[in-house]
Each structure stands twice: as C-alpha cells, then as structure tokens.
C-alpha cells in the first residue's frame, strides 16, 4: 500500500476512534440518567464492544481492505484519546442537555394528550357510565331474590 493509502488509512481510524468515543459518552450520560442494573449494565457494555468492533471492522475494511498495521491501532488510540481530551466534556454537557430537552418534551406531549384526549374521553366514559349504574342499580333493587335452595318444600 502506499503512503496515501497509509495516511487515509490512519485518519479513517483518528476519525473512528472520536466516534466510539462519543459513542461511549451518548452511553455513559445514558447510563448516568437511569442507573441500570448490575446484569443490564452488562449487558450495554457488551453491545457497546461488539458495535465498536464493527465500527473499527468497516473502518478498516473501507480504508485498507482489512489489513491489521500498528498505524491503524495507534490511530485509534490517539482519536480516542483527542476526543477524550478535548472535547468529552462538551459532549457530556451537550448530550445531557440534550437528553433532558428531550425528556422535556416527551412529558409536553404526554401532558397535551392527557388534558386534549385521555380527560376528555375518561368525562364522556362517565357520563355513560354514571346512569348505566344507576340503572342497574335501581332496578337490581326491585329484582326479588333468588330462591333459596337450602329449604326443603
């Protein structure tokens, strides 16, 4: 391969090495946010790994056809460790932010939909429910009661 090959190679891989590590900060605020359990935790870790396997797989299949050279770890390792240097903490902040302003808007809506739908609905529900009952209720009242069969006749 030569040295172009080598060098687009290596950026693919600073490149990919940024993202996994943004990716790992999206799941860290995410994880931070919900406090999952042991087994769950676990269990993300394990998707986190094998995704950022196939990241780093297509990373390197796109850039130089699969080949394993230290240039490629050491671009990994570097774009990773820029990332984590010089803009974690932004990420964090901005996914936070993110993530709350989405929340926000997910307790908007449910709260639209309850006071534009659900009450709405559960009103009209009582007002059919409310004389159905006493119906049911006044003329259960006069209904006489069942036979007793315990008596002999």
């Given at each position: 391969m030569n040295a172009d090959g080598q060098v687009e190679t290596f950026v693919i891989t600073v490149v990919?090495?940024?993202?996994?590590?943004?990716v790992f900060d999206f799941y860290r605020v995410l994880r931070a946010l919900y406090r999952p359990h042991r087994l769950l935790t676990a269990l993300a870790d394990l998707a986190y790994w094998l995704l950022a396997t196939g990241l780093v797989f297509l990373a390197l299949l796109f850039g130089n056809w699969g080949e394993l050279r230290l240039y490629a770890f050491i671009g990994l390792a570097l774009?990773?460790?820029?990332?984590?240097?010089?803009?974690?903490?932004q990420a964090v902040r901005a996914l936070a932010g993110l993530l709350r302003l989405v929340g926000g808007a997910?307790?908007?809506v449910k709260t639209v939909l309850a006071y534009t739908v659900v009450k709405p609905l559960?009103?009209?529900?009582?007002?059919?429910?409310?004389?159905?009952?006493?119906?049911?209720?006044?003329?259960?009242a006069r209904r006489p009661?069942?036979?007793?069969d315990t008596v002999p006749r």
């Open positions: 990919t090495g940024m993202f996994l590590g943004l774009g990773a460790l820029g990332y984590y240097r010089l803009l974690s903490r997910v307790r908007a559960a009103f009209l529900a009582g007002l059919v429910v409310k004389p159905v009952r006493f119906l049911r209720n006044r003329f259960a009661p069942p036979p007793d």
